[in-house]
């Protein structure tokens, strides 16, 4: 069975039944203007104190599911490994540091996460088609969830994603739309095709079911290390993954699970860094011109900008830039040393640990999870050898 309740505007703060609505607040999105941060995402509400009862028998991330799971497609998603690497550990005295590596997926990335739940609404509403844009994670992701559930993926990228996303996406017949532009045209070019069409659209953010998918990483975490991390490291393009962690450990604190939340750490690329400034100066705009190595994290207009700096608000948490050369450099250190070769935008989270200590935000001593979101295999032309 499922505890959810209701959505709830993070704007206005109205309530919605499950299917009154499957996108944005009907009465905040008439005011979102295109090419600013979305107005009106939703955030899902839970029967907390049955929860807290179920968990006590069990602890179990499904309890915090929206969707029941007998509408969850085959392919398994999640249960990724969280250990110590202990090579780094000890290279940077830092004994409790921790990664959770996502980039073991079903298609290497935690954007799986997401997908399983778009998917399993679509198959419990009986829709055959979905939609999402994406820089090629969400979308290789999407064709091959749907590939196990029957069902059609339908594609905008940019015409700049990596080969290995391209070919992971055609792989499983998913049809696709290459854009001239950005992530943020594909995002548009997604939005008008699910307006004119019988589909589900999996737009990050602009389908809440999005981020609650990606929330399931923050309770595994929780339930992996059996306490509240001081520091979880997150690479940020749009802020749902980020918007993700922060609800996991809101939803555990509202079920009486927490008492307290973890730090959360924003990496993101230098030219892509609409949430960091937003976070410093408490005034959005635009990054003016996202070019990253970092593809993943490469945005101009975060759709979920408002709720992830209010996560980072709520969490007494930090922001960083990170540079192309910190990133390629930290990306093969990483891999050097743990084992794991991460995409670009994940050993960005390397590059921004390392300035968190730089600034003595982080301690010796704090217990910090590094949040590995895909693996190095999808872009293997950014390694430089």
Known sequence: MSFFQNWRCTNCGNEYELDEVHYLCPQCSKKWIGGEPLIGVLEALFD????????????????????????????????????????????????????????????????????????????????????????????????????????????????????????????????????????????NSALAYSANNDCLNRNTAFNPLTIEGKKSAGIEIFLQLNDVPDWIIIPVGDGVILGGIYKAFKDLKSAGIIEKLPKLLSVQAESSDAITSY??????????????????????????????????YQTQGKSVRVSDEEILSDQKYLAQMTGIFAEPSSAAVFSGLKKALTQKWIKPEDKIVLLITGTGLKDINAVRL
């Open 48 to 187: 907390y104190p049955a929860i807290k009862q179920e968990w006590d028998k069990q602890p179990y991330p499904g309890l915090f599911s929206v969707l029941e799971e007998k509408f969850y497609p085959s392919l398994p998603v999640g249960n990724t490994p969280l250990f110590r690497p202990e090579r780094l550990n000890k290279n940077l005295n830092l004994p409790n540091l921790f990664i959770k590596n996502d980039a073991l997926n079903p298609s290497g990335s935690l954007k799986d996460r997401a997908s399983q739940l778009v998917v399993a609404d679509a198959i419990r509403l009986g829709i055959d088609k979905i939609v999402c844009a994406s820089t090629g994670n969400a979308a290789s992701s999407l064709a091959s969830i749907c590939a196990a559930a029957g069902k059609e993926a339908i594609i905008f990228v940019p015409k700049s994603i990596p080969e290995a996303k391209l070919i992971q996406i055609k792989v499983h017949k998913a049809k696709l739309y290459t854009v001239s532009g950005t992530y943020d045209d594909a995002f």
């Open 279 to 312: 976070w410093e100066t408490g005034s959005y705009h635009n990054a003016n011109h996202p070019y990253t190595i970092a593809d993943s994290i490469s945005v101009k207009t975060p759709a979920n900008a408002h709720w992830a700096v209010n996560a980072l």
